[in-house]
């Protein structure tokens, strides 16, 4: 295949992680027998600074004519710490998201062997377990109508039987492929949007009589998630939902460094890790790669490259086991670059 790869770096540890994903990018084409071009974006805090506009124009256009995006990180104290910022470096990445119609976030969630002790859970309860959250992207309180009053504030968790739908297709076919067993995750005990969720996965679920469906509030699976991961197989829910429960579900991974995840939809997709911009870590070269390099091989499995994604999996497997690792895994641990570059050799 000829790669046209959008490389969006974004801000903080985001060029740092960037680099590291080209790096195993090029090398496993090169060993494969693809050949890849990358263009570079702005995206974030730097594209403010730069262009006044956190996903400028000419950016979605490079993402647009791109096979795909990879993405790292966005978000910068400077606007964190001023409540009235008239735009922010998040409102890039969620521009990025709704203008490319990307969905459907997939989030997958699994345990090292050589990691297990890393995590705060205790091993018996974690080993093994192997999940997938579908994140619904572009919908629910993320986008819905806002009020931001000195006295009053507001967000609309708005969904609609198309948005509910696709995704929820999204979720039954990736149940099939894998154990047939599909969690809705909701609050419909309190929220309408979530009883508008549960009837249409109800009426969907008729569609799916191969696949187990089965509803459980967010409380109670934020809860089920720590006590037993195991029990998860492929879970689906909304926008909000989904980005609280991929956190608690890096914990279970031992690291928030080593969760990537796949957002496609209706144009490019985009492949970004689940962690954010980290500010304090800036330039220091000890942010974690491997989600980031996790991307590149979710990457190549969208395109149905298999073999490429094994090989930069057991790549990363390799580096984990041997303890090549950033300094959230190991003592003192290697750098930034020292880890991407000892995966890439290794593919
Ligand atoms: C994520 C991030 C983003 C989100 C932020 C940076 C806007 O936390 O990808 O999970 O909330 O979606
Ligand atoms: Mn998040």
Redesign the pocket.
Known sequence: MNFKIAVLPGDGIGPEISAQGVLVMKKTCERFGHTVEFAYGLVGANAIDNVGDPFPEQTYKLCRDSDAVLFSA??DPRYDNDPDAKVRP?QG??AMRKKLGLFANIRPVNTFPSLLDKSPLRADIIRGADFVCIRELTGGM?FGKKHEGDDEAWDTNFYTRHEVERILRVGYEYARKRRRHLTVVDKANVLASSRLWRKIAKEMATEYPDVETDFMYVDNAAMRMIQDPCFFDVMVTENTFG?IL??EGSVISGSMGLLPSASTGESTPVF?P?H?SWPQAKGLGIANPVAQILSVAMLFEYFDLKEEGAAIRSAVQASLDKGITTPDLSTPGYKTYEVGQWIADRI
Do not use: K
């Open positions: 966005v978000g998040e990445l969620l993320y980005d991929t956190d970004e689940i954010g």
